[in-house]
């Protein structure tokens, strides 16, 4: 079946403006994660949700940063008044439920905020 | 906060040896371990992972050690090929109260033909 998949593969912004990335998950998967990875690191943690609710959201590195996940399915990461520490590729992968069961990533978000 | 350290950062080896990448995680609740490959451009595929019930695991040429004691863990690859060449993370969470994944920083791995 389809994997996860992400939109837009690229974003070019500018500092101060709004961006909004969305993942679509595995269908069935309960479980979804975001990470933000900068180049020559490991991915970061940012929110775990399940189902609709954000179990996790100690990740997001301030109140710029939010995210919804309104069906339990698609999810969208919002960042408000970007700033160019925000580049980075935005990963988002999703497992069949959360405890120990495997994280299928997706592409990746390459945000570039000028 | 929870940290997972990861060592070497880059590791080149001769077609047909072996390969060991080795992590430390600090928070002592972690129980599942998960091991990741990231070709480049392309995005990170669970290769192996450990539970803290277990010592060792293995999968053909990938094994995989865990010592809870010293909170250590370690991949190791045998008789690596060329197409072993890549990023490959360690990882630390918990199967239960919070499923936080934290990664570490990563190895590179290049194997020489």
């Known amino acids: 079946g389809a994997g996860v998949s992400q939109t837009p593969s690229n974003k070019v912004t500018e500092k101060g403006k709004y961006v909004e990335l969305r993942c679509d998950p595995i269908?069935?998967?309960?479980?979804l994660y975001w990470y933000r990875q900068s180049l020559g690191q490991g991915p970061e943690f940012l929110i775990y949700?399940?189902?609709?609710?954000?179990?996790?959201d100690s990740g997001l590195p301030n109140d710029r940063f939010f995210a919804v996940r309104p069906e339990g399915s698609v999810s969208t990461l919002k960042i408000q008044r970007t700033e160019r520490g925000d580049s980075a590729v935005y990963l988002c992968?999703?497992?069949?439920?959360?405890?120990?069961?495997?994280?299928?990533f997706g592409p990746g978000t390459r945000l570039l905020v000028l | 906060g929870e940290n997972v350290e990861q060592h070497p950062s880059t590791l080149s080896v001769q077609e047909g040896d072996s390969a060991v990448i080795k992590c430390t995680y600090s928070?002592?609740?972690?129980?599942?371990f998960p091991w990741y490959k990231q070709e480049l451009g392309k995005r990170p595929q669970l290769i192996i992972d450990?539970?803290?019930?277990?010592g060792e695991k293995k999968d053909q040429r990938i094994a995989v050690t865990l010592n809870k004691t010293a909170k250590h863990f370690s991949l190791h690859i045998t008789e690596t090929q060329p197409e072993d060449s890549a990023v490959y993370f360690c990882?630390?969470?918990?199967?239960?109260?919070?499923?936080?994944?934290?990664f570490g920083a990563g190895t590179r791995l290049f194997v020489k033909a």
């Open positions: 992968a999703s497992s069949l439920t959360g405890s120990g069961a495997t994280q299928y």
């Open positions: 269908s069935g998967h309960t479980a």
């Open positions: 949700f399940q189902g609709t609710g954000a179990a996790d």
């Open positions: 928070d002592s609740a972690s129980n599942y």
């Open positions: 450990i539970r803290s019930n277990v």
């Open positions: 990882a630390a969470s918990k199967l239960t109260g919070g499923f936080k994944t934290i």
